[in-house]
């Protein structure tokens, strides 16, 4: 899958550069939320600006990370939702469980 | 066009990179769908998700991963209804057994059902004579 990562803020930010978050590409992301935890980064942002379409998969690899991030004393953010994608979000109430921003600039500094 | 006339049947490798062209045909064919009494875009994307959700169904639990095999699904307008059928040779499952997500919970997955049941007007899966069919419809007038 096409992801761009950058750091900004002190957090590890990747921007997901596919229309799709879907069963066939969200283990790839997964395992590369894994990878980071592993490499001892804590806080990440995930910038869905080019997401158009997100499943139940997408959903989950994204709480796989969120839980990840819980369990290293770290953080795992969104931002950027299309308006089709954030509903997904309210219709499995998982917007109560992350935090969601309008853009990666909107995300304040880590402390 | 008369729409109750459409069928699109559809056959593909039993494989997650066909997910994408089999949610773009269904979000296609109801963006055009005149008739339809809510937002049509809204409606595209759900059927795009209620495709994507019963497919990777299919592909990862009653075909078990098998890329050799293929899924064979139908999305048809009948009477005022849009209809989704997926068919596969598997075992089966009892639809009314699958729990719905624990909300308050933080599970990796158990919301695919949930979702399909959350769009669509009815929900049935019930043994054919060479498989099963999870059969979905959604009411084009009730909006």
Known sequence: MNLAISEQKKMVVIAIKEERLDAHNAGDLKAELLALFEQGKKNILIDLQDVRFIDSSGLGALVSGFKNAITNQGSLKLASLQPQVKSMFELTRLHRVFDIYPSPADVPEQP | MDNKRIEIDIRVPNQTRYLGLIGKIGEELAKGLNEYAGNRNTLAYYINLVLTESVINTIAH????????????????????????????????????????????????GRGVFLIRSIMDSVKYRRVDSGNVLEMRKSLVKG
């Open chain 2, 62 to 109: 009653a075909n078990a991963r098998d890329p050799d095999k293929m899924v064979h699904l139908s999305i048809s307008i009948e009477h005022d209804e849009l209809v989704i059928r997926v068919f596969d040779e598997g075992e089966g499952f009892d639809l009314d057994e699958v729990p719905p997500p624990d909300f308050e919970g933080l599970s990796e997955g």
